[in-house]
């Protein structure tokens, strides 16, 4: 199996890491007073993926709840598997006005290569979701079930698929789920969705990874078609596409969706967007949103979601070396 990717290159893109003035403390206000200022929010990733889908959803949901009381501005910063949007929050050391929203590169990019950071630096505010995904196919090709896809994979020899991310939970997923079927891949990763499907679409590759909510549109076209799925059930919009564990493929890993702020944000920052994410959560359009883009509920705030960070990355690491990505 071999990694198509230029990702040393990209990670060098990371920010400068700015000290903080006066440690966990700092951030240029008070408890009183916060929050008083305009926010940061970065998307580590292009637009149209699920990062992006889910962190415009919880600023539409804030301000329409008017939670936050001065503006938010919501910015794409990708690049690196993650690596350029996520040292961007970690140049914002103290602050307590940046925020950013997590995926499976949050915690693999560092497995990979050096960004400069790790989960470890930032400060957790909580996981709101979990996000599983779909293997699919050119919706023009003769390939209509999942062993159509084995035979048309081993026949070939060797397959090009794609996903977002240099060793994300994408490439994790396409290289499970080959291993399991006794087929080769070659991964190619992109930056956003969108770069994905136009490859998958114009020959470039043979099959991609995309989560539901990104990919649903697609589906019902006709364009793309879906042979797997890898969360626990079938989907309900999609009934006739078999779960990974029906096929005898366990433990695939899901897409932790989180929010964060920066290294040594102060504690009462981390403190209001707890209590506010644990308002946006009961709200009547989060709910909407979990079911409309199939997302799985499943909240843990602070140290818990430190505690999954850290299994999590674990578990992603083992995953990894027995793939040989690292």
């Known amino acids: 199996m071999r990694l198509k990717s230029a990702f040393a290159a990209l990670v ?17 206000g008070s408890a009183e007073d916060y929050p008083s200022k305009d926010l940061d929010w970065t998307i580590a990733f292009g637009p149209g993926g699920g990062n992006d889908l889910m962190a415009r959803k919880l600023v539409q949901v804030i301000q329409e709840e008017k939670l936050y009381p001065a503006d938010i501005a919501v910015e794409n910063r990708e690049g690196g598997s993650g690596a350029t ?27 990979q290569a050096n960004p400069g950071w ?14 599983d995904a779909l293997l699919l196919v050119d919706g023009a090709k003769n390939i209509n079930t999942f062993e159509d896809w084995v035979g048309y994979a081993k026949n ?36 956003e969705e969108g770069q994905v499907q136009t490859s998958l679409l114009s020959g470039a590759l043979d099959a991609m990874i995309s989560n539901p909510g990104s990919i649903l549109g697609q589906v019902e076209s006709g364009d793309m078609r879906p042979l797997l799925f890898t969360g626990k ?14 096929k005898g493929i366990t433990d695939l890993p899901s897409m932790p969706r989180g929010l964060i702020l920066p290294p040594d944000a102060p504690d009462y920052a981390r403190d209001w967007w707890i209590k506010t994410m644990q308002q946006v959560v009961k709200s009547e359009q989060w709910g909407k949103f979990l079911a409309d883009n199939h997302l799985t ?8 979601f430190t505690a999954y960070l850290e299994k999590t990355t674990a578990e992603f690491e083992t995953t990894l070396k027995e793939q040989g990505a690292l």
């Open 85 to 111: 949007g996520w040292g961007y929050l970690l140049s914002k050391r103290g602050s307590g006005y940046d925020v950013s929203t997590t995926s499976g590169s949050f915690l693999t990019t560092p497995l």
């Open 118 to 131: 790790t989960y470890q630096d930032f400060t957790h505010v909580g996981l709101l979701a979990t996000d």
């Open 156 to 191: 070939k020899g060797t397959v090009v698929v794609g996903g977002i991310g240099t060793v994300n939970v994408d490439f994790i997923l396409q290289s499970i789920i080959a291993e399991h079927a006794g087929y080769k891949i070659e991964y190619v990763p992109y930056n």
């Open 297 to 304: 509920r499943d909240e843990r705030w602070g140290a818990d």
């Open 12 to 28: 060098a893109v990371t920010a400068l890491v700015l000290p903080a003035c006066s440690g966990a403390g700092s951030g240029g």
């Open 233 to 246: 059930e079938r989907l309900a919009a999609l009934p006739d596409v078999p779960t990974g564990e029906e």
